[in-house]
T-cell receptor
Framework: KAGVTQTPRYLIKTRGQQVTLSCSPI?????VSWYQQTPGQGLQFLFE???????NKGNFPGRFSGRQFSNSRSEMNVSTLELGDSALYLC???????????FGEGSWLTVV | AQSVTQLGSHVSVSEGALVLLRCNYS??????LFWYVQYPNQGLQLLLK??????LVKGINGFEAEFKKSETSFHLTKPSAHMSDAAEYFC?????????????FGGGTRVLVKP
């Protein structure tokens, strides 16, 4: 079965713009989480959604937001982009019966 | 709060030699433990995990890890390194039986395999 799918894979934005990233979880998975990966801070948890509700949130400013749709697909949005937002954004999903978290290939965001 | 420490941000091994990557965690209760591998320009791939039961866990690509509660460790080993093992490895923990899927990661260890 298909894995976690993230789009777009690569994008370049200008400071001050906003960006939306998309994630389709593994079929049947209702839990979707987002992580930011940077050389300096490593892998950091952004937030998690389950059944269209935010269940957990990391320590990121309000410029970072997300949502989940009824088909479990999720989007994350970053507004007023800063240079420091340049990172690999990873989406992960987990099924209800398992405790394994599966990751997508990520979306590479460069802010110039 | 949980935390994960990976000793050594870079490890260099010769092809055919033992690979040993160290991971220690801090948690109020024994967590679920994971090792992920990341190849260049790719996402994270699960190598193995420990939740309950046998403390020696075997994963993909010949890797294994042992959970030692008394040492709060979950070190990853592979008896014989292959060139294809060159990648970055992340140890991660999650709260057992938690409803969510929040992982706390270590800083990662980049493995270089010399021919």
């Amino acid at each position: 079965k298909a894995g976690v799918t993230q789009t777009p894979r690569y994008l370049i934005k200008t400071r001050g713009q906003q960006v939306t990233l998309s994630c389709s979880p593994i079929s049947g998975h209702r839990s979707v989480s987002w992580y930011q990966q940077t050389p300096g801070q490593g892998l950091q948890f952004l937030f998690e959604y389950f059944s269209e509700t935010q269940r957990n949130k990391g320590n990121f400013p309000g410029r970072f937001s997300g949502r989940q749709f009824s088909n479990s697909r999720s989007e994350m949005n970053v507004s007023t982009l800063e240079l420091g937002d340049s990172a690999l954004y990873l989406c992960a999903s987990r099924g209800q019966s398992g405790n394994t978290i599966y990751f997508g290939e990520g979306s590479w965001l460069t802010v110039v | 709060a949980q935390s994960v420490t990976q000793l050594g941000s870079h490890v260099s091994v010769s092809e055919g030699a033992l690979v040993l990557l160290r991971c220690n965690y801090s948690s109020s209760v024994p967590p679920y433990l994971f090792w992920y591998v990341q190849y260049p320009n790719q996402g994270l791939q699960l190598l193995l995990k420990y939740t309950t039961g046998a403390t020696l866990v075997k994963g993909i690509n010949g890797f294994e890890a042992e959970f030692k509660k008394s040492e709060t460790s979950f070190h990853l080993t592979k008896p014989s390194a292959h060139m294809s093992d060159a990648a970055e490895y992340f140890c991660a923990v999650s709260e057992p039986k938690a409803a969510g899927n929040k992982l706390t990661f270590g800083g990662g260890t980049r493995v270089l395999v010399k021919p």
